[in-house]
């Protein structure tokens, strides 16, 4: 009897926990040139998600994350232009207990081949954070750093891998202008529609280009010996 009553309550247990498991269940957000995932969690962490994306994702290719009671977890891939891998980690945690200030949880950083570190992990509870690791070692970061540095081919700052990141971004530009235009005026083919349609296009993908710009430290005239470089390469 006991025996039973035993195995009907790690069932029950277990069945609970997949319910609140799927509480929200998966969702996934496009905003600019970030991907955002959502894993199956027992709170919404959609709103935590687009508040990182909000403040760092310029320098994030994806953001995931999900909470399972109470356990948080952040996992982001770089988009090749961070230079302060620990800095972004702690930033994250500040965000992070700024919505769940008790929490514990991770937070795992994947760095892109254009930075100079590889990953980094840090581990929080209650305001603190109680691990921290970051790979490869400060010494051979800055040994990379050194070599990037005495490379012939870097132009305006920026190395090849970087310039072919700029193009890269350089060409989601147009579809996310294409996508506010055609979310306010559809796909009009002439008419007044048409005219407003390549107005809102044409003033969005300016503004997303000035972002560009800013994030790399480049000029207009620097982006152009770029995309001529891009061009010539194959990197669009």
Known sequence: MIKLKLITLVGFLFFSVNCFAAAFPQQEKIIGSTAIEAGDSTENVMPLLLEIVRKKGDSLKKVYGHIRLGYIVIAAR??????????????????????????????????????????????????????????????????????????????????????????????????????????????????????????????VFREEEEKLFKKYGVTEEQAKEIYSEGHKKGWF
Request: proline share 2%; glycine share 8%; aromatic share 10%.
């Open 78 to 203: 770089s988009m090749g232009n961070i230079n302060n891998a620990e800095g972004m980690g702690k930033d994250i945690f500040t965000i992070i207990t700024s919505y769940y200030p008790l929490a514990e949880g991770e937070v795992t950083l994947m760095g892109d081949k254009s930075d100079l570190w590889d990953y980094v992990r840090l581990d929080f509870k209650n305001k603190k954070i109680t691990k921290f690791n970051i790979e490869p070692e400060k010494e051979e970061i800055n040994k990379r750093n050194v070599a990037r540095n005495n490379d012939v081919d870097t132009k305006f700052g920026l190395t090849v891998d970087q310039r072919e990141h700029f193009c890269h971004e350089q060409g989601k530009i147009y579809d996310i202008a294409e996508d506010i235009a055609v979310s306010k005026y559809g796909k009009p083919i002439s008419g007044e529609k048409a005219e407003l349609w390549l107005k809102l296009h044409n003033q």
